[in-house]
């Protein structure tokens, strides 16, 4: 079979259209509540706040996890933070809420229905690809 030169231009395309949708998905922003008094986060609490672990900020204040329904970002997030894949991470909140141990985390279909709700919801911390700048968020780093 010969590849000809449409073809090679093509795959490319593929390639460079599939970079950079992975380079969009790896730009993920942990999002809080702006009155949230912790500037930063480590990852060890970020993914025990996600998983169910723990339930407050390390300054003690209440934590409040939402995420994103599915798609790229979430995923991302998952594996980068989680370190768990969508299906995993699902099962186990299922079983939290099945055992009595949790309730499912509000989740959203859009970045920008997760940012509206961290925006006015004391203790809610999230995630997103982009930020808008402005005062109604309040961006967390994120620190090993």
Same mark, same amino acid.
């Given at each position: 079979m010969r590849i000809t030169g449409i073809t090679? #231009? !093509?795959v490319a395309g593929l390639l460079v259209v599939s970079a950079l949708a992975a380079a969009k998905a790896q730009d993920v922003v942990i999002v #809080? !509540?702006?009155?949230?008094?912790v500037s930063q986060i480590t990852s060890s609490q970020l993914r025990d706040?996600?998983?169910g672990v723990r339930s407050r900020f390390g300054d003690g204040s209440r934590a409040i996890p939402v995420v994103l329904k599915g798609g790229p970002v979430h995923e991302v997030f998952l594996r980068r933070h989680v370190h768990q894949e969508p299906d995993e991470f699902r099962t186990l909140w299922r079983q939290a809420v099945f055992t009595g141990q949790g309730s499912m985390l509000k989740e959203f279909t859009?970045?920008?229905?997760?940012?509206d709700y961290v925006a006015v919801t004391p203790g809610a911390i999230g995630y997103a690809s982009r930020v808008p700048r402005n005062d109604s968020i309040k961006i967390l780093t994120v620190v090993p």
């Amino acid at each position: 079979m010969r590849i000809t030169g449409i073809t090679r #231009a !093509y795959v490319a395309g593929l390639l460079v259209v599939s970079a950079l949708a992975a380079a969009k998905a790896q730009d993920v922003v942990i999002v #809080a !509540y702006p009155g949230v008094p912790v500037s930063q986060i480590t990852s060890s609490q970020l993914r025990d706040i996600f998983t169910g672990v723990r339930s407050r900020f390390g300054d003690g204040s209440r934590a409040i996890p939402v995420v994103l329904k599915g798609g790229p970002v979430h995923e991302v997030f998952l594996r980068r933070h989680v370190h768990q894949e969508p299906d995993e991470f699902r099962t186990l909140w299922r079983q939290a809420v099945f055992t009595g141990q949790g309730s499912m985390l509000k989740e959203f279909t859009s970045e920008a229905q997760l940012l509206d709700y961290v925006a006015v919801t004391p203790g809610a911390i999230g995630y997103a690809s982009r930020v808008p700048r402005n005062d109604s968020i309040k961006i967390l780093t994120v620190v090993p």
